[in-house]
């Protein structure tokens, strides 16, 4: 009897996590998985799905399901960056949007650990293989003089104006605005919109969005990387972040009303069960779900290697103003 007990004990206790955290697992995948600073988008012209990923020149997969099954159809850059940078070969965190009937995608070339960066643009009408054209710079470039790391970008329309945001580890996300074609900066110099000084824990991977009277700005903090050969301390690892404002270009803060530029930032998801250092997020506004948050992960029952990330989403849920999975 004793032993009986015992064991249902043991069983409550495993549930108890799943139930304080309350995340959800990420919807299914099928196919070809693999994600790293994932960028999803819905073509307009017959709804069917394409996933971006980080490394190399940008693979293509599309699917007619978000679940899948995915299927890996080429690369945006088949040479590369026009950028005369020592990562022009291996082009990180695209990040796609259509602009006046053409898509978008911008880049970030650079080599890890080092503010010798630099952010580009491909452009497409149809976002296939074989059909995008290497823009080169947008103008947005640092180096060890910057405050900032020109990494990551991220575009947000607000009515006629485009914002590009951007940054990881030194100062955190910046924002800076576009011309009005969103190719190139517009003149204005970069601010800061996220900063957090405690603990080291790097910021980074920002995305912006708008919903109901708000702009939410969203980005990865922690050690991304490398797990399988040094894991974290608990807690240390990838997980994404969030605060919101009335304004895309500044006074974000979290739930507790803590500015964003001064340490605050509410934890939209973080490792839970075999969920591991989910980041690299996104969110777009899907044609039949409504707004899907979307992440690269480690499943700790597959590995924890980069080469073992997987893609993650899940359908936005909305409570008081704040989102949550």
């Known amino acids: 009897m004793f032993q009986f007990f015992n064991h249902l004990l043991v069983a409550a206790l495993a549930v108890v996590p799943t139930l304080v955290q309350g995340y959800s697992d990420p919807g299914a995948c099928s196919g070809a998985c693999w994600a790293h600073d994932p960028a999803i988008i819905q073509r307009a012209s017959d709804g069917n799905y394409y996933k971006f990923n980080t490394g190399g ?33 291996d082009c990180w965190a695209p990040d796609v949007t259509l602009v006046n009937g053409v898509y978008h995608l911008y880049y970030s070339v650079s080599t890890f650990g080092t503010q010798d960066s630099e952010i580009g643009l491909a452009t497409s009408t149809t976002l296939d293989p074989g059909s995008w054209t290497d823009k080169g710079s947008v103008g947005v470039t640092s180096s060890s003089a910057k405050s900032y790391n020109a990494i990551d970008a991220n575009l947000i329309a607000v009515g006629s ?47 912006m969005f708008y919903y109901s009277g708000y702009y939410y700005l969203t ?10 050969k040094t894991k ?42 075999n969920i591991y250092g989910p980041g690299g997020q996104g969110v777009f506004n899907d ?25 993650g989403w899940n359908v936005l849920n909305w409570s008081g103003g704040w989102p949550s999975v």
């Open 57 to 89: 020149n940008m693979e293509i997969a599309t699917a007619t399901n978000l679940a899948g099954p995915w299927t890996l159809k080429g690369f945006v850059l088949t040479s590369g960056s026009s950028i005369s940078n020592a990562g022009s070969k």
């Open 161 to 207: 104006s485009y914002y590009l945001n951007f940054g990881s580890f030194w100062h955190d996300i910046y924002q800076v605005q576009l011309n009005a074609a969103a190719t190139k900066g517009g003149g204005a110099a970069a601010y800061n919109i996220e900063y957090d000084s405690t603990g080291g824990s790097p910021c980074e991977g920002s995305y």
């Open 219 to 228: 980005w990865s903090r922690g050690v991304c990387c490398g797990y399988d």
């Open 232 to 273: 974290p301390a608990a807690g240390a690892e990838y997980k994404i972040m969030m605060c919101r404002s009335t304004s895309a270009t500044g006074s974000f803060v979290d739930k507790n009303g803590k500015a964003c530029t001064a340490n605050g930032g509410s934890v939209l998801l973080e490792s839970h069960g």
């Open 287 to 311: 044609k039949s779900k409504g707004l899907v948050l979307y992440y690269h992960y480690a499943d700790t029952n597959v590995g924890l290697g980069d080469g073992a990330y997987l893609f």
